[in-house]
């Protein structure tokens, strides 16, 4: 099954909010206006707006108003993903020239901030100040996970709590308010918000456990980068964190190895095998069924309701996706 | 006379300005904590904020409305000089050592980012719509104003509709918006709003002008950098672009000794030198005179409060400054 597939019934207003995310990134600036478009046009699987969708059911679905929540998310996600790809020095998403390789880091700086601008202009449609709150905070969030992210690079003695606090802040908490302010523009009842809001977070660290999972495990194909591209740029994720503490030898071998410096793809094929072999790929696929678990338990809650039952299926696409 | 002398008056809620700029940007995270407080202390003229303040004057004056006005506006100013240093590539700004030089590229991009969500998120405290709207719609138009800026650099021929342009988005837009915003936040009346906008933009392009002038006439101790940085960076400003419209030689000179490598001081002494033989600091000072006109002229209707007299020697202030 393809993610897809899932949301099917929901491709009317799928393409309405894709419709929306032209109209507000188009700019009277021309760099601007390529810029944002050829980000747009790289496509993604859109969960952001998905999960707003999906917890507006359970309440008074009306789409022009889960628009102007679901737009704005996946703006300030889409402008992230800018900003990340200066910090990481990266040259390909999803297989396609960064806006930072294309143009260059100033460019996509200042695209990310028009980006996030729009965002917060498109919000500022909506009336409802608890939205305004929500986004915001999750923004000041998001920014201490990149910055975290910065600090605990090539930090070969960070602990599992500092990666899932990252983690969480980086990926789930815009997920997780994704689902709560879908429910929140339809007014669905507050136990209702919460119990999607705990769904999303968990969904969100498997989601973001299993992107880093693949950075081990998925092909340069499947990945549009270099397998362990991740761990070469320093970025320590859960899969080298367990193998690196049940492994001392594997530990000083990365240690050595990997210092940012240009790719050996041998090396990295070699210190991915004892990744594997050392368990670090198993744990991290444990780590994620628990939280896939959680997400599970709070859906037991809420309403039986069509959405419900897309919600669950995401959750086990999230499980057993491959890339 | 100092600035600080025009609005001694005002220095009790300006403290209280300054103490909510430091509890707002006062971040869990350490990095982020002292990237902060570094620009904090690195001060600036407050000058936003101020005409914050002098605008709610002509409202039902409440320190702790205006407040939610004032600190966003300046933390927008301090994010987007944040980004500055990174897009000019700049080490020191105001004397001292900026974000990027102090700790790195990311660092900055994510400080910038980080102090702008505060900003968004304080806003939010704000029920007022339009607020949100202005100060949104007056984000977007900086970061086009940046991209702009990134654009033209190196551009040789452009023309002085593309500075003015460019300053506007760039500088005269928040001032504008600052004053606007005041007034908006008292409850001041809709011509008022509107006139005090103008008056910011008028103010606002002049100060920019002004600023572009003194990085050609002060010395290097006053402006914290060497003269010519703008130049030298390939950022043109007025002088320069009217100085190579009226003398082709000095254009070739220019077109030929900038190019983006390390300053050679003789070189920039040269070219400071014929830019002011040629009349490019004059008519520049012109262009920011006749701005400062306008600004006069909105002054003229509105009602006689002190707070009159305080725009009146601010824009006075501006035409005078010497850096």
């Given at each position: ?6 949301y ?77 790809d ?68 090539y ?67 499947e ?19 367990y193998?690196?503490?049940?492994d ?26 004892k ?49």
């Open positions: 099954m393809k993610l897809t597939d899932i099917w019934h929901l491709r009317s207003d799928i393409s309405k909010i894709e419709k929306e995310l032209e109209a507000t990134v188009d700019a009277k600036h021309p760099i601007l206006k390529k810029a944002s478009s050829h980000l747009l046009k790289a496509g993604g699987k859109r969960i952001r707006p998905v999960f707003v969708l999906l917890a507006a059911k359970f309440g008074n679905y009306d789409i022009e108003k889960v628009k102007q929540v679901a737009v704005p998310l996946e703006l300030i996600h889409m402008a992230s993903l800018v900003h990340d200066v910090i990481d020095d990266a040259d390909l998403r999803r297989g396609k020239k960064t806006i930072k390789s294309k143009w260059d880091n100033r460019v996509a700086m200042y695209t990310g901030d028009y980006i996030f601008a729009r965002a917060i202009e498109m919000t500022t449609n909506c009336n409802k100040p608890e939205v305004h709150q929500i986004l915001s905070d999750a923004m000041v969030e998001m920014c201490i996970g990149e910055v975290e992210q910065i600090r605990d690079q930090n070969w003695n960070q602990n599992f709590r500092i990666y899932l606090r990252r983690i969480k802040r980086k990926t789930a908490l815009l997920i997780a308010v994704s689902c709560r302010l879908g429910a929140l523009a339809a007014d669905a009842p507050r136990d209702v918000q919460l119990s999607l809001y705990r769904y999303g977070y968990n969904v969100g660290m498997a989601f973001q456990i299993t992107d880093d999972i693949l950075d081990f495990v998925a092909t340069e194909k990945l549009g980068k270099p397998a362990g591209s991740d761990l070469h740029q320093g970025n320590v994720t859960l899969p080298a964190l193998s690196m503490e049940h001392e030898e594997l530990r000083s071998f990365i240690m050595k190895m990997i210092k940012g410096d240009k790719p050996d793809k041998k090396v990295m094929k070699v210190i991915i095998d990744i594997k072999a050392s368990g670090g790929v198993d744990y991290s696929l444990e780590v994620s069924d628990r939280y896939l678990n959680k997400a599970y338990k709070e859906l037991e809650n809420l309403p039986d309701i069509p959405a419900k039952d897309s919600f669950y299926q995401i959750a086990q696409y999230i499980g057993k996706r491959k890339f």
